[in-house]
């Protein structure tokens, strides 16, 4: 598998402030790959330097196998960019801007009007198409700018925070369109600050936080090296009394909810058999058993040290 | 490649004239300046109007290019509209001149109805019609240049607007709009003499009237497609400069 996106000490300073720090990736191709971080860490700029609205202060770094400071025109050819605001002419309307889209990026004259149709299907605008951009609503406009993003078929996809201002119905749409984008082996590069969302469509993830990648693998591989003590929950036919649960203490953390009980415990094994035992001897059954996974969310905050939460309310705060 | 190039350039030019300049209050606009303009100076000085006639094209030039041209660059910079443009496969020096042609139609338009009405109504007779349409259109290319610098040199609307009046004004009073120069003071002569209506007007007037020779008319065309030259040549490292 070829690498659509390397980048090599990448690094960017806006006056004395560093914002990228030498931040170094390979991302193969037909790869999505999530770029997660705190608001302010360098996602943005990160995105920037790599289709050439900004100039890295050091550094390489090479998109679809063109170096982005000796060849811009090669990589721009082959990118589609989601920016984070909906850029759009809002004197046009939606097809006009689709049209000038298909335009500007070369795609063949007679196959302008079928892509813009495609794309209006897909994206649910077709009663919209004659609306002028300034008319629609924020969620309509984002729907146009990705469609516009993708009317020339690009090879390599940047969506900076692509879902945002999206009802749960577009969000869900766009999901499985990035999905659909991975099955073409068109390469994703996405910033969100869904932190769940990262986690269901990456086949990666990066976090960067204050313009340093402080993680790069998959999701998976992340929460489990976020695992710390197991957690095990388990399911009790009947509410147990308080004394089993000072009976459990000796194995570890144990939390009662009704008839839930959920344990930390470093021997799982050892548990499990002590509550099975404590259980039946009150005639009590074990309906069910899991173990807990921690989410990314959780290994997000211990990197980041940052809520996800928070990072939603200081984004719609600058919005 | 240059095809593309030239394909972006033109697409960029058609997409601004749709979206910013044909709409309607624009068209209006762009008839009501001049025909308001000729009635004011001939109401003023019916006798002499084909002797102001070059200076009224002239003044036409000014406004047509470079009025909307700050306004759609600023405004295009404020909505993130230009940064599409910058995304596209295209180079910053294509973009940069597919703005200065849409400042250009614009104002070829309004000088175009100007000289229309110079020719109709006050019956004025341009004797090097060739020479003449050289010099308008150097005119228009090096005005809308001087407009697309000012846009790119600063981040709101209004300063755009503001910073333009800096040059419209002095323009229009010192380059013999209505004044000859050669009958200014010597150091309002030097500061016309750095000034670009300075040569268009001097061009359009020999032109118009055939009172130059073919040296001075060159010299004129020469130094406007210099003004042009440097013009567009800071407005692209000042757009490019914005990027780093």
Known sequence: MNDAIVLQGLTKYYGSLLAVDHASLNIEEGEVFGFLGPNGAGKTTTIRMLVGLTTPSEGTASVAGYDIKKNLVEVKRRVGVVPETSNLYDELSVWDNLLFSSCLYHVPRNERADRIRGLLETFNLKERQSTKFGKLSKGLKRRVVIAAALVHRPRIVFMDEPTSGLDVVSALSLRRLVRELRREDTTVFLTTHYIEEADQLSDRVAIIVEGKIVVVDTPENIKQSFRGVPILEACLSQVPDESMMHEMEPVGIVEFKGNRVRFEAENLTEALESLIRLASQRGIQVTDVNTLQPSLEEAFVGLTGVSPESMKIEKERRR | ?244
């Not at chain 2, 593309?4 to 209006?28: H, V, W």
């Not at chain 2, 009025?67 to 404020?78: D, G, P, Q």
């Not at chain 2, 995304?87 to 100007?114: D, E, N, W, Y």
């Not at chain 2, 809308?144 to 009046?165: H, I, P």
């Open chain 2, 1 to 244: 490649m240059l095809v593309d190039e030239l394909r972006g350039i033109y697409y960029i030019l058609l997409k601004d004239l749709k979206a910013y300049y044909f709409k309607p209050p624009n068209i209006s606009w762009g008839i009501l300046f001049p025909l308001v303009l000729a009635l004011a100076f001939s109401l003023r000085n019916p006798t002499g109007l084909v002797e102001l006639a070059p200076g009224l094209i002239a003044m036409a030039a000014v406004f047509g290019t470079t009025s909307m041209e700050a306004i759609v660059i600023t405004f295009e910079r404020r909505t993130g509209a230009l940064e599409r443009l910058l995304l596209a496969p295209i180079s910053i020096k294509s973009i940069l001149m597919s703005k200065i042609l849409g400042g250009t139609v614009f104002g070829f338009m309004i000088s175009g109805i100007m000289t229309m009405i110079s020719i109709l109504v006050f019956n004025m007779k341009i004797q090097s019609p060739l020479w003449f349409s050289l010099i308008i259109v150097l005119t228009l290319l090096t005005l809308s240049s001087l407009g697309a610098l000012v846009a790119v040199s600063v981040k709101e609307v209004f300063e755009a607007q503001t910073l333009s009046n800096y040059f419209r004004f002095p323009m229009i009073f010192l380059c013999g709009v209505f004044i000859p120069v050669a009958s200014m003071p010597q150091p309002l002569q030097v500061i016309a003499y750095l000034l670009p209506l300075t040569y268009s007007v001097d061009a359009l007037r020999s032109t118009i009237l055939g009172t130059s020779n073919t040296i001075n008319t060159l010299t004129n065309a020469i130094a406007l497609s210099l003004f042009f030259l440097a013009f567009s040549s800071i407005s692209n490292l000042q757009l490019k400069r914005s990027l780093r």
